[in-house]
Every structure is written in structure tokens, then in C-alpha cells.
């Protein structure tokens, strides 16, 4: 949380809050949900919005339950894995995601997007903001710093829009780029 507030990546949450309807009552997933933050500033800006966050960090799930309460919304979170989840097919009308997929093991990004692809319902929509391609030579740098401490390199060579299109999404394209390496990605289920 607090590497969230030195680099103001609240910014990047309401970007993905501003693509969902404010005033219907919507199922969102949020994969990797952490300490709650993106699904914290959906439901504050969509209400009515039905949250689901998954996180396998029970740790973790533990500060973003204590937020949720602080908060006083309605927000349930689970334990899971992104590759393995227990819910039921086409049952969501969003998938979301902040910075999570770099965390997954490599072996088992493409299993994670297939999950993600199944539990959405037909013409719903992923949003997913994460560590990109990079940019610039910054950007390069970065990247590479960060890959000797998470399993970015696949984020790095392009690997979220070809998982998505590989899972069977649509119109998947990376919309938005911030700082030469962060990307905001979008896609929908046909």
C-alpha cells in the first residue's frame, strides 16, 4: 500500500473504475485482488456493483477484509488461485485485474487467463492494468530490474495481449500506457 501512494497508482484504479456502469448492478472478479484497493475504489464508484476479490495470499486477504470493514461496503473476498478458480462458468460480467499477473508463475499465466476467460459471461469485459512492453529505454531498465524479482519477463516481451487473444478474447489491445511500462489492457468475450 504504501509503494501505492509513493507512485499514485490510485490513478490507475480509477481508470479501471470509470469503464464500469455506475448506476446497474454489475459481477465483477477482481483476479489478484491484494489489499483490496481496485475493488475499494469500484465499489465506491459503482455501488451497486456485486465484487468478488481472489487472492491465494491469506495474508494478505487479511488486511484487505480489515479495509473492506473500515470502509463499511460490501465487498467479499475469498482465497483462490487466478489458474484454478472455484466459480461457476460465465458468471461475471467483468474481470479486473491491477498488477497481479506479473505475480503469477509463469507456468501458469495461460491457465489463469482461460479461467479468467470462463468465468466471464459472453460479452463481458477484462481490464487488466499491469507491467508491460516497455517503451523506452527507462522503461527497458526498469523492467529488467524488476524481472530478477517477479516473473515479469513474459509481461515484458508482449505476453498479455497474446494470452488474452489466445484465450479466446476479442478485441483485446492495450489501450493506455503510463511511464513507458505500465499498461492498461482491454479486451471482451465474444
Do not use: W
Not at 495481449?161 to 479486451?187: T, V
Request: net charge positive.
Amino acid at each position: 500500500d504504501s509503494i501505492i501512494k509513493i507512485f499514485a497508482f490510485d490513478k490507475f484504479y480509477q481508470k479501471i473504475a470509470s469503464q464500469i456502469p455506475q448506476n446497474k448492478t454489475v459481477h465483477i472478479l477482481d483476479v489478484g485482488c491484494g489489499t483490496a484497493n481496485l475493488a475499494i475504489a469500484i465499489k465506491k464508484k459503482s455501488p451497486k456493483a456485486e465484487i468478488l476479490g481472489i487472492d491465494p495470499d491469506e495474508r494478505i486477504l487479511k488486511i484487505a477484509k480489515e479495509k473492506i470493514k473500515q470502509e463499511k461496503l460490501d465487498i467479499k473476498i475469498v482465497k483462490a488461485f487466478a489458474q484454478k478458480l472455484p466459480l461457476k462458468s460465465e458468471s461475471f460480467d467483468y474481470v479486473v485485474s491491477s498488477f497481479a499477473i506479473h505475480h503469477i508463475p509463469s507456468h501458469l499465466k495461460n491457465q489463469a487467463f482461460l479461467e479468467m476467460y470462463r468465468v466471464l459471461r459472453p460479452g463481458g469485459m477484462i481490464l487488466i492494468i499491469d507491467i508491460g512492453v516497455p517503451k523506452n529505454l527507462l522503461a527497458k531498465t526498469a523492467g529488467l530490474m524488476l524481472s530478477f524479482f517477479e516473473a515479469v519477463g513474459p509481461n515484458l516481451r508482449g505476453f498479455i495481449p497474446k494470452a488474452l487473444k489466445e484465450a479466446g478474447f476479442g478485441d483485446a489491445k492495450e489501450i493506455e500506457s503510463k511511464f513507458g511500462l505500465i499498461s492498461f489492457y482491454r479486451a471482451r468475450k465474444t
